[in-house]
């Protein structure tokens, strides 16, 4: 049962093209993040939210935009795609989140690849 | 000066081993210090935390904190091929965690 879920695994696309990247976690935790994962593997935070509401949002372009329908869920939604944009996107979940001894559970990532 | 260093590796040991993962921070504010343990083509996942100065122990593993000098220390003893992974060190404070780059870590047969 799997605890941090995210879909597509893969996705390949066109420069120029709008994606979404969806995450659920089944926790029922507060707070939900992404980070994106360059080819350097440096793990770096993009949003994160606590309970639908936006807390944590990095010096992101406006290209991205997280939405959070409810607390379980966490997408992320890419216009315009560039090269720049390929990278792995991990989604994680927290009980409570801000840091301390928050533990932060992630998914298995999407492996986006930007043509 | 970056937030949270670490050598990106690769580091190759023979098993049984004792390996020393280290990584350096600059902001005093943190207080709390987590490991997380990455394997190829997954998500990170916790393996230690501490908190404050001091050695924490878990099985083979320990870890290390030095806040005078903001340094951290993971050791692994007697290490296996399984631990083949890469290793993020993560200090936080109560409102973000920043994470290293990882160290690449592989144990040979």
């Known amino acids: 049962d799997t605890a941090v879920s995210q879909t597509p695994k893969y996705l390949v696309t066109q420069m120029g093209n709008d994606k979404s990247i969806k995450c659920e976690q089944n926790l029922g935790h507060d707070t939900m993040y992404w980070y994106k994962q360059d080819s350097k593997k440096f793990l770096k935070i993009m949003f994160s939210?606590?309970?639908?509401?936006?807390?944590i949002n990095e010096t992101v372009p406006n290209r991205f935009s997280p939405k959070s329908p409810d607390k379980a869920h966490l997408n992320l939604h890419i216009n315009s795609l560039e090269l720049g944009d390929s990278a792995v996107y991990f989604c994680a979940s927290s009980e409570k989140g801000g840091g301390g001894l928050d533990e932060q559970f992630f998914g298995p990532g999407t492996r986006l690849t930007v043509l | 000066q970056k937030e949270v260093e670490q050598d990106p590796g690769p580091l190759s040991v023979p098993e049984g081993a004792i390996v020393s993962l280290n990584c350096t921070y600059s902001n005093s504010a943190f207080q709390y210090f987590m490991w997380y343990r990455q394997y190829s083509r997954k998500g990170p996942e916790l393996l230690m935390y501490?908190?404050?100065?001091g050695n924490k122990e878990d099985g083979r593993f320990t870890a290390q904190v030095d806040k005078s000098s903001k340094y951290i220390s993971l050791f692994i003893r007697d290490s296996q091929p399984s631990d083949s992974a890469t290793y993020l060190c993560a200090p936080n404070r109560d409102d973000k965690i920043i994470f290293g780059k990882g160290t690449r870590l592989h144990i040979l047969p």
């Open positions: 939210y606590n309970n639908k509401e936006l807390i």
């Open positions: 501490t908190y404050s100065s």
